[in-house]
């Protein structure tokens, strides 16, 4: 009836749907195997690019670990040869470069180890500039320093180092406001914690 209908033979007709048949498995046929062929290399692509951004991060673990290595160099282990030789003065663009570069850690970084090392960074730049009369500045940077260790104290609250280190800073931020003549400011700071200048 479909050959009738076409004005076709039937023969005809059933040779156009063989072909069709044909050209269909063909396609599929060589599809597959471009699949097949493509498929693996895809697979080594794709786990190559995995190892390399692994290596990548493991490398960057690494250089971030020898940067705070060198910060911790350069503020605390420099700093008695300095102060020896009475240029304790030379450290001031250090620290400055130290809070540049945690200013650029992104903060879910923040391992407690992290946050050890900045805070202290921060705490020990603070002294820095107390002892050079920088009373803002060095009031802006104790309470970032209080802050990160109160940070870490709620991140570890059954590390008692973490507790000190706090209890420390809070000490020396209320010095540095009992000498800007912040005595109220100190007083709160004392019962609330860091509380704000």
């Known amino acids: 009836m479909i050959a009738a209908l076409l004005g076709v033979e039937f023969d005809e007709l059933k040779r156009r749907h063989e072909d069709r048949r044909i050209r269909r498995c063909v396609v599929g046929w060589c599809f597959r195997e471009r699949w097949g062929w ?16 692994q290596q990548s991060a493991i490398r960057a673990a690494n250089a971030r ?15 008695p040869k300095l102060e020896a030789m009475g240029k304790l003065n030379l450290l001031e663009s250090a ?11 992104p903060p879910e970084e923040d391992s407690p180890d ?4 900045r805070a202290a960074a921060f705490q020990q730049s603070g002294l820095d500039l107390r002892n050079h009369g920088d009373v803002q500045k060095t009031l802006s940077i104790l309470l970032t320093a209080a802050a990160l260790r109160e940070k870490l ?13 706090l209890a420390d ?27 704000s200048s």
Do not use: W
């Not at 895809?42 to 951004?53: K, S, V």
């Not at 620290?95 to 850690?105: I, L, P, S």
């Open 169 to 195: 800073t809070r000490r020396i931020l209320a010095n540095q406001r009992q000498d800007a003549g912040d005595s109220e400011g100190c007083a709160a700071g004392n019962r609330a914690g860091v509380g």
């Open 153 to 165: 104290v709620k991140l570890n609250p059954h590390d008692a180092d973490a507790h000190l280190a």
């Open 95 to 105: 620290n400055e470069r130290v809070r540049a570069y945690y200013e650029t850690v």
């Open 38 to 53: 493509l498929s693996p290399r895809f697979t080594l692509f794709a786990f190559a690019e995995r190892r390399f951004a």
């Open 65 to 79: 670990n020898e940067a705070e290595k060198l910060v911790e160099f350069m503020l605390f282990d420099l700093r």
């Open 114 to 117: 992290v946050l050890r090392r």
